[in-house]
Antibody, heavy 118, light 107 residues
Framework: QVQLQASGPGLVKPSQTLSLTCNVSGGSISSGGFFWNWIRQRPGKGLEYIGY???????YYKPSLRSRVSISADTSKNQFSLNMRSLSAADTAVYYC??????????WGLGVLVTVSS | EIVLTQSPDTLSLSPGQRATLSCRAS??????LAWYQQKPGQAPRLLIYGASDRATGIPGRFSGSGSGTDFTLTINSLESEDFAIYFCQQHSDWPRTFGQGTNVEIK
């Protein structure tokens, strides 16, 4: 059974950089042809797709976030990470990591609430 | 990007009743449509992918249908654990996009 667990700071100051890590167990992020994704959910809102890393190298970012976001992977630790720069209050959200193929997102980690506030 | 619009926003039903949820895409996604269930404080759980394929472990009372731009999630005979928010998501194009959600609440 694949399990994902996201971790990171719960509070970040405006203009700073957010760094979140998703630890994966029960499967390797460097095999199987899966996409390793980040999604967020702002308070009271729907789900917003951020981006993925595939095969520990290829990445894709939602165009509106592309200038501020990067996703990387550490295969030795079987984890992948999200970096988001120049945060504002609008980035306050629960951040989820999830596994997906060309189809849906089949395994999700528990979300991490990130609050952007001074 | 593809916009998904769900209806209704809220569905008030009693246990044992049937729930019918709709998701409409701004352009054709073929059969590349998934449905998720989310309960408070939990991550979304995949129910349906490919418009009509049930994910592993999902009960048979959940079924999906549709293609192109119009999709339906049906929950036959609602059970107490089914009251939750349901999201659709297209997996046809990037970026993946989600509907705004339908809240299935107890009447």
């Amino acid at each position: 059974q694949v399990q994902l667990q996201a971790s990171g700071p719960g509070l970040v100051k405006p203009s700073q950089t957010l760094s979140l890590t998703c630890n994966v167990s029960g499967g390797s992020i460097s095999s199987g042809g899966f996409f390793w994704n980040w999604i967020r959910q702002r308070p009271g809102k729907g789900l917003e797709y951020i981006g993925y890393i595939f095969d520990s190298g290829s990445t894709y970012y939602k165009p509106s976030l592309r200038s501020r976001v990067s996703i990387s992977a550490d295969t030795s630790k079987n984890q992948f990470s999200l970096n988001m720069r120049s945060l504002s209050a609008a980035d306050t959200a629960v951040y989820y990591c999830a596994r997906g193929g060309l189809q849906a997102l089949d395994y999700w980690g528990l979300g991490v609430l990130v609050t952007v506030s001074s | 990007e593809i916009v998904l619009t769900q209806s209704p926003d809220t569905l008030s039903l009693s246990p044992g009743q049937r729930a019918t949820l709709s998701c409409r895409a701004s352009q054709s996604v073929g059969s590349a449509l998934a449905w998720y269930q989310q309960k408070p404080g939990q991550a979304p759980r995949l129910l349906i992918y490919g418009a009509s394929d049930r994910a592993t472990g999902i009960p048979g009372r959940f079924s999906g249908s549709g293609s192109g731009t119009d999709f339906t999630l049906t929950i036959n005979s609602l059970e107490s654990e089914d009251f939750a928010i349901y999201f659709c998501q297209q997996h046809s194009d990037w970026p993946r996009t989600f509907g705004q959600g339908t809240n299935v609440e107890i009447k």
